[in-house]
């Protein structure tokens, strides 16, 4: 089945730009998401990209998609300590049935 | 915005015991599902709903589970026998289609079975 895999931590100075990255193992994946989990809180959408796309960009996110290895960044422009939480990326082969990776811890430092 | 709401947030129940998760999905969405992470492990899929009948589930979904849409609004996932190793946050979600739409979580419960 599918696997999803992310680095577990990242940290960050504020104002920097944050990348945190992700590969998935089923090419047939048709959409990709970002989450970002806060603490006791629940899993907010951020962004998604159809897989015949490879690049979406929304304010300060910039989604990267390169297929071909089957990787998947997420840039944050000027991070700010608001950032601060973790992030899922999961990937769906259609049906909506997600696969999560375990999610990257982004802390964020002054 | 609205958004899918979760209730109770925080459930602690004895071992055998039975369980109802509650959920209320977004009100034009018509496919639900539940999701669960046990602490320290990847956010795992459990089921889908469309049309009041499941429409996939995965091997953890076993007959212990079962997932209920008793009127229009809510959305619940009942264990019939709790375990130890129920013990997870248990997360529902909506969307508006099955294929092409993202899926819209609520904050989830945290179940713990003493």
């Known amino acids: 089945g599918e696997d999803v895999e992310q680095s577990l931590f990242l940290s960050v100075r504020e104002g920097d730009s944050s990348v945190i990255n992700c590969t998935y193992t089923d090419s047939s994946s048709t959409y990709l998401y970002w989450y970002k989990q806060e603490p006791g809180a629940g899993l907010q959408l951020l962004t998604y990209?159809?897989?015949?796309?490879d690049m979406k960009q929304d304010q300060r996110l910039t989604v990267l998609l390169n297929k071909k290895d089957k990787h998947l960044s997420l840039r944050i422009a000027d991070t700010q300590t608001g950032d601060s939480a973790i992030y899922f990326c999961a990937a769906s082969g259609g049906g909506n049935k997600l696969t999560f990776g375990t999610g990257t811890q982004l802390k964020v430092e002054l | 915005e609205p958004e899918v709401t979760q209730t109770p947030s925080h459930q602690v129940t004895q071992m055998g015991q039975e369980v109802i998760l509650r959920c209320v999905p977004i009100s034009n969405h018509l496919y639900f599902y539940w999701y669960r992470q046990i602490l320290g492990q990847k956010v795992e899929f459990l089921v889908s709903?469309?049309?009041?009948?499941?429409?996939?589930k995965s091997e953890i979904f076993d007959d212990q589970f079962s997932v209920e849409r008793p009127d229009g609004s809510n959305f619940t996932l009942k264990i019939r026998s709790t375990k130890l190793e129920d013990s997870a946050m248990y997360f529902c979600?909506?969307?508006?289609?099955?294929?092409?739409?993202?899926?819209?979580f609520g904050n989830g419960t945290r179940l713990t079975v003493t």
């Open positions: 709903f469309y049309n009041n009948e499941i429409s996939e």
């Open positions: 990209i159809f897989s015949n796309m």
């Open positions: 979600a909506s969307s508006t289609d099955r294929g092409d739409s993202p899926l819209h």
